[in-house]
């Protein structure tokens, strides 16, 4: 039952003078101490109803605790000039004077209230909230005593405010409700509405990026969504952002959050969501498709398919940030600023994403929008696709070019993001997908092209000099000294500066001794090297060159590779 329909059914109960106990139940954080308020608030009720008393029984050990909170409750009316107020005045005016009868001493507020409760009691309205919160050492048996002690003697009405999902002694809580409650009313607060109330009570001008997020997470408990908001106002600030930029932030900090305040059921933790897109999480996914699921796996695919829902691809550094300050209380406002600067500069990417992604998901869920009008729509993406991945363009290409007439609106989009991509500098390394995702032939080609160009322009030093300070390499330094010839390693030793040349040869050097890890990916450019080598050293006149390669060819125990020998099959000497 939605918020407004439940505040009527109460409206509903309490007028009903039959129902002398009433339920209020749901989960926590739903809103039944809001909607009781609300209601009491209200000019549908009367005054009995207006003028209820309250009593949270959060963290109460005793009865005579409860007693004392209710008459100070009532006790608030004293000053008013009504019936209800009179009654209450001489019924502490009478409860001090048995007192005083008794012993001088006996004065005090609290004596005179509890003896007084009866009095104050009769007749009320009396709204018990927080139950399931009291201490252990106040029984629920003690709670139904005294409702059925001022329900029956002395004509008081209750109204129960239950969180039944967190309650205690099952058993009990079925005979309250089979024993006392006489009308139970369920709340259920949709997503929509917990969202109103959390928005109205802590206000954020963020409100529709944190209310999208925030629904698909099925956020409902109010407080949880309190929380979420002052963690994105904090972290934000007063920011005036982007649309794009706001798709981008907000997700992840409204369910990072939602994690950290344990408001989602059976959610993700927070690794999960850092390693988004990782090259582990790929390799997960990956591997679960080569089993069959178990429930484990099962659950992950709800978190991803959630992840997908958010749009959230891949994580940074701002998602920890985020949970830097989840976890911490403390972060970095100047990282979250330059982090934001850096989205802020990034806008039209932020954008192209954000409509592909709406884009892909109404050909998915939009199944009133016919096929003429969804190519249309994607005619639309033509001039922004140039700003996507080329794995993200090859899905939106081939999506679109399955509709029918969507072909050419499909070849566009490859064909501006190939011109685009001419355009830009590149290194020339593409290395190869880890996850074997489709990429466009079209795409390839043009990928293929680039590195051919850029590899011919990318020297046997410069391909050294990366593989020792990357500790690695890619397709480029492969393929570069995979096809380098003798005479190639001949003209780039000559060619070097001292400094130039000694790093070259020395770690040229290490690679040959070492050539067991590296001629599988290199093929024989150790042995070209050596080539090149040997013709420098052997040549006449090799001047000052040919002694210090013979030196260090000697120093390394490899003076015999010097050798002069029959060229063999395949040898490329002086090409």
């Known amino acids: 039952m939605s918020l407004i329909e439940t505040k009527q059914r109460l409206i509903q109960a309490l007028g009903d003078k039959e129902n002398r106990v009433i339920a209020l139940s749901g989960k926590w954080g739903t809103g039944k101490s809001h909607l009781w308020r609300d209601v009491q608030r209200g000019a549908e009720v009367d005054e009995s109803v207006t003028k209820a008393v309250y009593v949270s029984l959060f963290g109460l050990r005793e009865m005579g605790e409860l007693k004392l909170k209710a008459v100070q409750s009532a006790m608030s009316q004293v000053s008013e000039k009504t019936a209800g107020g009179e009654r209450i005045r001489t019924a502490l005016r009478g409860a001090k004077k048995v007192l005083e009868s008794v012993h001088k ?15 104050l009691l009769s007749e009320k309205l009396i709204v018990l909230d927080d139950i399931e919160r ?8 003690e709670v139904m005593g005294f409702i059925d002690e001022f329900t029956t003697q002395h004509e008081a009405r209750f109204v129960l405010i239950l969180n039944d999902d967190q309650l205690s002694q099952r058993a009990l809580w079925d005979t309250l409700r089979e024993k006392v409650i006489d009308h139970e009313i369920r709340l259920i607060t949709t997503v929509e509405e917990a969202f109103g109330i959390a928005k109205a009570l802590t206000p954020t001008r963020y409100a529709n990026a944190i209310e999208k997020a925030s629904t698909t997470c099925g956020l409902e408990n109010i407080r949880v969504i309190r929380k979420t908001i ?8 007063d920011r005036n952002l982007d649309d794009a930029v706001l798709a981008r932030v907000v997700p992840s900090a409204v369910l990072l959050s939602a994690i950290h305040f344990k408001g989602l059921n059976d959610g993700p933790d927070f690794q999960f969501v850092l390693s988004t897109g990782s090259v582990s999480d790929w390799a997960e996914i990956l591997a679960e498709k080569e089993k069959d699921p178990d429930t484990a796996d099962k659950r992950k695919a709800q978190w991803r398919s959630l992840l997908e829902e958010l749009d959230i691809r891949s994580c940074d550094e701002f998602e920890q940030v985020v949970v830097d300050f989840l976890e911490s209380g403390q972060f970095d406002i100047s990282a979250v600023s330059t982090i934001v600067a850096r ?6 990417a932020l954008k192209a994403r954000d409509a592909a992604h709406r884009y892909m998901r109404q050909l998915t869920w939009d199944t009133d929008v016919d096929e003429a009008e969804l190519v249309e729509i994607a005619k639309t993406l033509v001039p922004i696709a140039k700003h996507l991945d080329a794995y993200a363009v090859t899905d939106l290409s081939n999506a679109i070019s399955s509709l029918p007439g969507g072909a050419d609106s499909g070849n566009a989009i490859v064909q501006g993001w190939i011109e685009h991509f001419r355009t830009l500098p590149h290194e020339g390394s593409f290395d190869e997908d880890l996850f074997n995702r ?3 032939d079209a795409i390839r080609e043009a990928m293929a092209s680039v590195e051919a160009q850029a590899r011919s322009r990318v020297t046997l030093f410069e391909t050294v000099q990366h593989i020792v300070k990357q500790s690695g390499w890619g397709t480029r330094e492969e393929l570069v000294m995979k096809t380098a010839t003798a005479a190639e390693f001949e003209s780039q030793i000559r060619s070097l500066s001292m400094d130039e040349r000694a790093f070259f040869m020395r770690h040229m050097l290490r690679m040959r001794i070492q050539r067991g890890n590296y001629d599988s990916h290199f093929g024989t450019a150790t042995e070209r090297f050596t080539e090149a080598c040997r013709v420098i050293a052997t040549a006449p006149n090799s001047g000052r060159l040919g002694a210090l390669i013979r030196a260090l060819f000697k120093n390394a125990s490899l003076e015999s590779e010097l050798d002069p020998r029959e060229p063999g099959p395949g040898t490329m000497v002086g090409e």
């Not at 004596?111 to 409760?117: R, S, W």
């Not at 009291?134 to 048996?141: A, N, P, R, S, V």
């Not at 002052?230 to 600030?237: D, S």
């Not at 989205?343 to 039209?348: G, L, S």
């Open 105 to 119: 001493a006996f004065s005090a507020l609290d004596e005179i209230a509890l003896l007084a409760v009866p009095s």
């Open 134 to 141: 009291k201490h252990e050492k106040l029984g629920l048996d």
């Open 230 to 237: 002052r963690a994105v106002n904090q972290i934000l600030g």
């Open 438 to 440: 489709p990429i466009h």
């Open 343 to 348: 989205y802020a500069a990034e806008t039209e």
